[in-house]
């Protein structure tokens, strides 16, 4: 009897073998069209006021698409040459298209019988909750399967990296200049454009009042692009081209291998998954911690507390500084929750870590290897990332805590060791406060500037030139004075590409400061200079402090930062990569000169 099928199936396949290519090229078409529909449908749905009308329309296109994809998705797996394999492959998709076929044919079977009993308690209108789930899962699929076709772009990494970032950023700022996305507020366009930057960028930089401009669309948007850019767009576009089918996967996977700075091309995919479920687990830890850490703080529900919670553990894991409160974590009532600012210290570090750090310490691997095999260390980059991390957050503290003691006067010890902390944590990359930066004394805010700049560590949400990338310019100038010819970081030889490469980092680092800035004076002549270097090296090390001038910069200054938040999260020396030829042949040396330097 198979044996039967499989001739049948055979003379199908010869049948339809030449109208196979036509068919798909088409439907692949037809996919555009009806997605485009669909995400306009959402954009409106979400974006814009509705009524009776509007809504049966936006309820007529899903439900057009959803038979069009499943119609799409029959014919698909009858022109498989495999049809099982097919149907295998694309479960999920056809599973998520049954479903809510099946929710149109028998709406009062799900309403009665299966929605009534789980959700009747938090859920109104099921209908409303199934569209988003719909619209939500048609997109991911589609977009999904459109990864697969980043390998035929035949981008250089840099170049796409820089590319998903700019879509992301140009998405952000068209959603949120919507009308249903503010309190009654005309978002313009540089303003809407800054925003969405610096949420992308995990910047935390605002020229509005989060709390009251945005609604909670707005607000769940700005959260949307802080998680995104956070674990970096770039994550997503390699995800789906490393778990696609295709043969051109195998690109991508190295530029995860460069990226993330792993050892093995084979680790890229393994990292990623890494970087996906640490930081879920990561932010749903800090959410429930979060949740029951607001003291006396007045919410209108639990689902406020809940949405305020999920908000600031994304913001704070990401190392963006995005708060829902008008004056951020200083807010009377908030600034004096030191268990709150514990939690947040901790989302912070780990999120300015660097996946590939926390996967050597903590995953349960690396344990288990290091329990079986006691000698077996910590790597090299993780060792430096880890001292140098807990060394500058500790210099931080104890500087902010001796500058600033008597501002502090009166509080007891322990909160005041908090306060310093926090504000060494945050300065590094993150962006929140707990006091007035602007009543700061001059040392502190300079401090401030100089842990802004360096950053947090390589391969993390935070900003900076990186603390591994400052370790080695330090250790490399000491060996230089000392007369070594290597430089050495526990026992281990660093390459002189590494090293080459961390002062190109710097140096293209402090020339897009000091650019930047020059224009920021020419843009902003009543500002005193030292606003201005605190505002840029707060833009460009994607910190999000300010001393209060955001607000008040010119539309020239507004797009400086703009700028500046940009280059300081893609990373300079990636801005150079993707502006830069590579070079055909470097195996040829001119004679050698002398020139005086010193």
């Known amino acids: 009897m198979p044996s039967r099928l499989f001739k049948i199936r055979e003379k199908i396949n010869l049948r339809i073998f030449n109208s196979k290519g036509f068919v798909e090229k088409a439907f692949h078409v037809l996919s555009f069209l009806v997605l485009s529909s669909v995400i306009g449908a959402g954009i409106y749905y979400y974006g814009f006021p509705k009524n ?17 994809f499943s119609v799409r998705y029959v014919i698909f797996v009858f022109y498989d040459f495999h049809p099982l394999k097919f149907i295998k492959q694309h479960r999920f998709e056809g599973g998520v298209l049954l479903f809510f076929i099946l929710y149109i044919i028998f709406p009062t079977l799900f309403n009665k019988l299966i929605f009534r009993d789980l959700f009747d308690d938090l859920i109104n209108n099921h209908s409303l909750l199934l569209l988003q789930l719909y619209f939500v899962a048609i997109v991911g699929i589609e977009l999904g399967k459109s990864g697969s076709k980043i390998t035929a772009l035949n981008l250089k990494p840099a170049t796409l990296l820089i590319l998903s970032f700019v879509l992301l950023i140009s998405v ?9 996305m503010t309190v009654g507020h005309h978002f313009d366009f540089i303003n809407s454009l800054f925003t969405a930057t610096s949420a992308s960028c995990v910047t935390g930089l605002i020229v509005v009042d989060t709390a009251t401009f945005f609604t909670l669309k707005g607000k769940l948007i700005i959260m949307l692009l802080i998680q995104l850019g956070g674990i970096n767009i770039i994550s997503f576009a390699t995800f789906f081209a490393t778990f696609s089918k295709t043969s051109g996967s195998i690109k991508y996977q190295s530029m995860m291998k460069e990226f993330l700075s792993t050892d093995r091309l084979s680790d890229s995919k393994s990292v990623l998954r890494s970087i996906i479920e640490f930081s879920l687990l990561m932010e749903i830890i800090g959410t429930a911690l979060l949740y029951f850490s607001w003291g006396d703080v007045h919410f209108a ?12 553990a994304i913001s704070a894991f990401n190392n963006a500084g995005f708060s829902t409160f008008s004056n951020n974590l200083a807010q009377n009532g908030i600034r004096n929750l030191y268990g709150l600012q514990i939690v947040i210290i901790f989302l912070i570090f780990f999120g300015g870590f660097g996946f590939v750090a926390m996967r050597d310490t903590f995953s349960i691997k690396s344990i288990r290897q290091r329990i079986k095999t ?3 260390r910590l790597n090299t980059g993780t060792k430096i990332t880890l001292y140098m991390s807990l060394t500058l957050i500790t210099v931080g503290a104890l500087v902010f805590y001796f500058l600033e003691r008597n501002s502090m006067s009166g509080e007891p010890w322990y909160q005041m060791a908090v306060t310093s902390i926090f504000q060494s944590v945050t300065t590094r990359t993150a962006g929140f406060n707990t006091v007035n930066i602007g009543h700061l004394a001059t040392p502190v805010l300079i401090f401030f500037i100089f842990l802004m700049f360096v950053g947090a560590g390589p391969g993390s949400t935070g900003g900076g030139i990186k603390v591994t990338t400052f370790a080695v310019i330090i250790k490399s100038a000491i060996a230089t004075i000392k007369g070594e010819k290597n430089v050495i970081f526990f026992k281990r030889t660093l390459p002189f590409t590494t090293i080459d490469k961390a002062y190109s980092i710097a140096l293209f680092s402090i020339s897009m400061i000091f650019i930047s800035t020059f224009f920021l004076s020419i843009t902003e002549p009543g500002v005193s200079l030292l606003k201005l270097l605190f505002e840029e090296f707060s833009a460009f090390g994607t910190v999000g402090l300010s001393m209060g001038i955001t607000a008040s910069l010119t539309a020239a200054g507004k797009a400086i930062i703009i700028f500046s ?7 300079t020396l990636t801005l150079a990569m993707a502006l830069s030829t590579r070079v055909i042949s470097t195996k040829y040396r001119y004679a050698e000169t002398s020139v005086m330097v010193g």
Not at 52 to 68: K, P, T
Not at 172 to 180: D, I
Not at 565 to 571: D, E, K, L, P, Y
């Open 374 to 376: 006691p000698w077996r």
């Open 172 to 180: 952000g700022t068209g959603l949120l200049m919507l009308p249903e």
């Open 301 to 312: 529900n639990w689902k406020s507390q809940l949405f305020n919670s999920v908000f600031h």
């Open 565 to 571: 938040m940009f280059v300081g999260r893609i990373g």
């Open 52 to 68: 009776a009308h509007s809504d049966r329309l936006i309820e007529g296109i899903m439900e057009l698409s959803l038979i069009f």
